[in-house]
């Protein structure tokens, strides 16, 4: 199989590297506007052809029917070289956040519809971890009881993307090539995690904020002006119409306390994890009779694979038509208009609703 990449920052590396554990050959190409990043990436992969321009790069061969174009560029840089990636005659799987708009999420999803090629993203890179298997067997087996109220909250104090973390890309910071802050880059896979464990056919978005707390480590003389906190009521809703609140906050720079904490409360008990940290225990907690007990969930055997390899390995498969959890089309847009709603609800104030596409699910 051959996969081209596009921009040959941080995340491209970690492609790279996931390829090596699919049990199928992967061939890469890569390309950049910058000819010192391609240089870098030269430096660790020799051996991996490299383009200064992304046309140049799809234009080298013809297209094979597995082709994968991976589009790893900042996301003010996700729509072109989709665009041009589909009417090459190939696959995309797109970094997350799929665009900068939802305007843009649509012309993806007509392109690949019309090259009859798969549009996938990345924002599945937390699916199928052991202790989101397990959340999802407990909440299966009924113990809980009726599901009435979840809390959804990660807040990291201090871990800005382009401050604290990789402050060599301060794109992160600045809303005409981010999209957006904390939300544009934690939201993808929120969503798809939520998704992923209740499964609704829609989510009510109310009473929502982004903030962007100061700090004294704020940078000078760059544009820093997307949110680093956000948090809204969530009201999700299943094909029974029944619904789960959920309280939903994301923070990568908070003036509160840092914490990380899924809980989901039912009639009959209650369970609680981390939700990206597969490490961390999934803790029921039951009235057995004496009393409430906590117990540790048995979890789920951990795959041979890592967040980073996930995208690859789930969209290789789709390709290939194995089974797999990757995010696609319709549902990947689904997504997307998620978190651009989050943005509208903190911005007027009100409830916006948005409907997720199941065939894809
Ligand atoms: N860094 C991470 O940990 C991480 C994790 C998951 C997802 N992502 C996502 O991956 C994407 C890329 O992030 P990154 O951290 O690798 O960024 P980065 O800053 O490390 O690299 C981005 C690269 O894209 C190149 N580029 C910009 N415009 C281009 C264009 N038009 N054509 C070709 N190349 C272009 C830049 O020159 C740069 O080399 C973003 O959407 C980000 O949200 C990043």
């Known amino acids: ?36 990043m391609l240089d870098d990436f030269a430096a660790v992969y020799p051996s991996i052809p ?19 174009v991976i589009v790893a560029t900042p996301p003010f840089a996700h729509l072109e070289p989709t665009l041009a990636a589909f009417a090459s005659g190939r696959h ?12 843009q999420a649509e ?17 599945v890179r937390f699916r199928g971890l052991p202790h989101t298997e397990t959340v999802k067997r407990v909440i299966e087996s009924g ?8 809390s959804f909250v990660n807040k990291w104090f201090r871990s800005r993307s382009g401050i604290e973390y990789q402050p060599q890309s301060r794109w992160f910071l600045d809303s005409s090539r981010s999209g957006g802050g904390v939300l544009m880059d934690w939201g993808p896979y929120d969503i798809a995690t939520i998704t992923d464990l209740f499964d609704p056919v829609s989510i009510d978005i109310s ?46 720079g908070t003036q509160g306390e840092e914490m990380f904490r899924a809980e989901l409360e039912g009639t009959d008990a209650s369970l609680r994890w981390k939700a990206f940290d597969s490490q961390a225990p999934v803790i029921l907690r039951i009235d057995r009779g004496d009393g409430v007990v906590e117990e540790i ?16 390995f789930h969209f290789t498969n789709a390709v290939r038509g194995l089974a797999n959890r990757a995010n696609l089309g319709e549902r990947a847009v689904d997504h997307f208009r998620w978190i651009r709603a989050f943005y509208d609800a903190a911005a007027d104030g009100g409830t916006h609703r948005v409907s997720f596409a199941r065939a894809s699910a």
Request: negative net charge; glycine residues 8%; aromatic residues 6%.
């Open 1 to 36: 199989m051959r996969v081209y990449l596009v921009g040959a920052g941080v995340i491209s590396r970690t492609h790279v590297e996931a390829a090596a554990k699919l049990d199928v050959d992967v061939e890469f190409r890569v390309a950049d506007v910058s000819r010192a």
């Open 50 to 68: 490299t383009f200064d321009g992304v046309d140049e790069m799809l234009a080298s061969e013809p297209a094979a029917d597995d082709d994968i």
């Open 92 to 103: 995309v799987l797109c970094e997350k956040p799929l665009a900068m708009n939802v305007a």
């Open 107 to 123: 012309r993806m999803l007509e392109a690949a519809n019309k090259a009859g090629k798969l549009l996938g993203c990345c924002s």
């Open 143 to 150: 113990v809980l009881g009726e599901l009435y109220h979840a």
């Open 207 to 252: 009473g929502a904020f982004v903030a962007r707390p100061r700090t004294t480590a704020d940078p000078d003389g760059v544009v820093f002006d997307v949110e680093t906190a956000a948090g809204a009521s969530l009201s999700l809703i299943d094909g029974d119409g029944r619904r789960l609140a959920v309280d939903f906050q994301r923070a990568s």
């Open 297 to 312: 969930v048995d979890p789920e055997p951990r795959e041979p694979y890592s967040v980073f390899d996930y995208p690859l």
